[in-house]
């Protein structure tokens, strides 16, 4: 059974840093492509960043998000990180760590998802 934990979020004021670590188990860690995804209050969830299973370990960001978060993985722990820089009042919500399971129009579309942690960024 595929599970993800996620951890690292908290409150943090606006320009500061957070790094959240997503760690899976139940199945081969490798084989999988990982991403991260939030969602704020009243809104859909929504990607953020991915990482491919692949060779190229091909990267997706959100336009929300370039230049200030990245996206790493440390296979030896089954580990997913996102580097959070810079925060704002609006990356404040609930994110989740889930496997990829395609692409649609360039955004990942996740599944298997973690219990979630929040990020919430003061203005």
């Known amino acids: 059974e595929v599970q993800l934990v996620e951890s690292g979020g908290g409150l943090v004021q606006a320009g500061g840093s957070l790094r959240l670590s997503c760690v899976g188990s139940g199945f081969t860690f490798d084989d999988y492509s990982i991403g991260w995804f939030r969602q704020a209050p009243g809104k859909e969830r929504e990607a953020v960043s991915s990482?491919?299973?692949?060779?190229?370990?091909?990267?997706y960001y959100a336009d929300a998000v370039k230049g200030r978060f990245t996206i790493s993985t440390e296979s030896a722990k089954n580990t997913v990180y996102l580097q959070m820089n810079n925060l704002k009042p609006e990356d404040t919500a609930v994110y989740y760590c889930?496997?990829?399971?395609?692409?649609?129009?360039?955004?990942?579309?996740?599944?298997?998802w973690g219990q979630g942690t929040q990020v919430t960024v003061s203005s």
């Open positions: 990482i491919s299973s692949a060779s190229d370990g091909q990267i």
């Open positions: 889930g496997t990829i399971v395609a692409y649609y129009r360039g955004r990942p579309i996740g599944n298997h």
